[in-house]
Structures are given as C-alpha cells and as structure tokens.
C-alpha cells in the first residue's frame, strides 16, 4: 500500500515561471491537505480539498496560489509568478476522513533563482 | 486564538534520558492532538495522538500528558536514543469544525548523544 506521493521531490524555477506541485493520496483516501514549511520553522497549513471541492482555503495567500483536486488524478498546488519568497517545503497530506490520521507524503522542495 | 506554542526550540538529553517538549493552546475548541516526528528531508511521521477525554496516553517509550484546564499537553520520550534525534512536532485540531486541518507548534529539535 503506496503512501502518499508527491512530485516532483525538488523542483527549481527562476522568478516569474509557475511551479505545479503534484500530490497523490494513499489509495481510498479522498482528504487532501496542503501545507509549507519555511527553513528553521514548522508547518503552516494552507488549503483542504475533499474531491472536487475546496474546503478551508484560509491559509492560501490570496495571490498567485491555486490548489485542485479533481475527480480523476492527483492533487494539484499551482504557484504562479513564483518570488524568491515561496522557496520553502510544501507538503501534502491525506487521509481517511476527517477525524482519522493525516498521512504525510516526502515533500517538495521549491527553490525559485 | 489559533496558534500552539511549542517549547524548548532545541533539547539535549543523553542516551538514556528523558526528553520532554511541551506545547501550550489557547483554542478550548481544539478536540484531537498529535505529535509528529520529522528526519532531515523526510515528511513528518505521526507518533502519537491524544484526544481531551483522557489525560494520559502511552505508546512504546512515549507518553503524552495532557492537562485540559491548564490548556497544555507535553511528549516524554523515555530512555531517549541516539535514533529518536529529530525535530518533533506538536500540532492541534478542531475536527468537528474545521476537519483534520492541523496547527503546528514551532517544532522542537532533539539531539540525543551517546
């Protein structure tokens, strides 16, 4: 039973490209949530999607981030127009349903040059 | 009123010793608690999770305490490993409400030595 997957594990952009981060759920799991994590600090959530649906976006900021996660296929986190800022480790987590155990994937590391 | 404060940011302990991370929150609507371990590079792992109707839960050689008027939970590692170096997280959550979103603490390093 795969764990929860992310690509791609490291990923460079220079300023103003996109980067599109991927996450797959462990299999039977349709809770998806997105977290990043800055050097030297903890996790800091940013969005939860259920299939299809954006639940709490409330730690997105409002500019330049997306997140989907359609019927078919992985969860997606978009960053437009990437600053030097958005450098950090984004995180995907899933699981069961609400009240059970969140399952971390390995992370991306961003560096935007 | 969201935010768990974690503490000490970093923690020594010899082989042997008790390693202890406390974490404090001020959202009384907070119904689920977990701790998580994360190795350089890795995601975090859960290690163990505590829910408000009980004060105590212990897994292995780690305990949690968990003090609801007080509004404090803590981790004890016993008999602390040179392989349990790491930076340990704590994290709440409001499920009924706001599902498995999690708020972490600030994270804790721990260097156990030989």
């Known amino acids: 039973n795969a764990g929860v997957m992310q690509n791609p594990r490291h990923l460079v952009r220079r300023r103003g490209q996109e980067a599109r981060l991927r996450c797959s759920p462990m299999?039977?799991?349709?809770?998806v949530y997105w977290y990043r994590q800055l050097p030297e600090e903890g996790l800091k959530f940013m969005v939860y999607l259920q299939k299809e649906n954006i639940i709490d976006e409330s730690g997105m900021p409002k500019e330049r981030f997306s997140a989907e996660f359609p019927k078919e296929g992985p969860s997606i986190l978009r960053i437009q127009q990437v600053v030097r800022g958005d450098s950090a480790a984004y995180f995907c987590?899933?699981?069961?349903?609400?009240?059970?155990?969140?399952?971390f994937g390995q992370g991306t590391r961003l560096t935007v040059v | 009123q969201q935010q768990v404060k974690q503490s000490p940011q970093s923690l020594i302990v010899q082989k042997g010793g008790i390693s202890i991370i406390n974490c404090a929150y001020e959202?009384?609507?907070?119904?689920?608690f977990p701790w998580y371990q994360q190795f350089p590079g890795k995601g975090p792992a859960l290690l163990i999770a505590?829910?408000?109707?009980?004060s105590e839960k212990k897994e292995g050689r780690f305990t949690i305490s968990f003090n609801k008027s007080a509004k404090q939970f803590s981790l004890h590692i016993m008999d602390s490993q040179p392989g349990d170096s790491a930076t340990y997280f704590c994290?709440?959550?409001?499920?009924?409400?706001?599902?498995?979103?999690?708020?972490f603490g600030q994270g804790t390093e721990l260097s156990v030595k030989p």
């Open positions: 299999k039977g799991h349709s809770h």
């Open positions: 505590i829910r408000p109707d009980v």
């Open positions: 994290a709440a959550a409001d499920v009924i409400i706001q599902g498995g979103k999690l708020i």
């Open positions: 959202n009384t609507a907070f119904d689920y």
């Open positions: 987590a899933s699981s069961l349903n609400p009240e059970t155990e969140a399952f």
